[in-house]
């Protein structure tokens, strides 16, 4: 099983569905991350949660909520999203949720919102 | 405040040339990581390397390799023999060392085309 691995990998949906990304790690790691990659735009932290508890929130709207059940799974639940919530959602994972540490990526949902 | 700055948007290449990644970070923090990731077009974030900011000694992974230079706080990548594969987007970033939440600062990203 590869580290860290991300469902679904490819996403269409409507601005009412409500969906769920999920990513699970297999590294034994404590802190998870959720990122946002825009088309010309930096990466974009959204989340970090460590040992299941959320001590990040970047200014990220509502719409967008995150789950984290335990250290080894993490969702991110979406619901009435706008057409430029399209991007890739990046989810990472890092032993520690301190700057020393360094994150591992998954593959990344590419979102498409009609 | 913490920055990243990679100041080449897009390179390209024939295969077999050596290319240079340019970054160059900017920290109040004495203590910091330095990383460089590749995002090949399947979109996941490879990491490469990590630096901590008490180690100026260059490495050579393969063809490979990292120069950084604390003087001008900058921490180049190097292909040596480009191939078709390395064809990705670039990524440098940089860490404070006790960075609460573990915090990664990126850069814009270098594109990177290797043509046979």
């Known amino acids: 099983e590869t580290g860290v691995t991300q469902t679904p990998r490819h996403l269409v949906m409507g601005m009412t569905n ?28 959204m989340f970090v949660y460590s040992l299941e508890e959320r001590v990040e929130n970047n200014s990220v709207p509502s719409r967008f909520s995150p789950e984290c059940p335990n250290s080894s799974h993490l ?7 706008q057409p430029e919530d399209s991007a890739l959602y990046l989810c990472a994972s890092s032993q520690d949720d301190v700057g020393r540490e360094t994150q591992y990526f998954g593959p990344g949902t590419r979102l498409l919102v009609l | 405040a913490q920055k990243v700055t990679q100041a080449q948007t897009e390179i390209s290449v024939v295969e077999k040339e050596d290319v240079t990644l340019d970054c160059v970070y900017e920290t109040r923090d004495t203590t910091y990581y330095l990383f460089w990731y590749k995002q090949p077009p399947s979109g996941e974030l490879v990491f490469l390397i990590r630096r901590n900011s008490f180690d100026e000694q260059n490495e050579i992974s393969g063809r490979y390799s990292w120069n950084f230079q604390k003087s001008t706080s900058s921490f180049n990548f190097t292909i040596t023999a480009s191939q078709v594969v390395d064809s990705a987007v670039y990524f440098c970033a940089l860490s404070a060392f006790n960075n609460a939440g573990n915090m990664l600062t990126f850069g814009g990203g270098t594109r990177l085309m290797v043509k046979p």
Do not use: R
Not at chain 1, 18 to 31: I, R, T, V, Y
């Open chain 1, 75 to 81: 969702f991110l639940h979406l619901h009435t999203l």
């Open chain 1, 18 to 45: 409500k969906k769920s990304l999920k990513c699970e790690q297999h590294l034994g790691h404590n802190a998870m991350y959720w990122y946002k990659q825009s088309a010309k735009k930096p990466l974009e932290l």
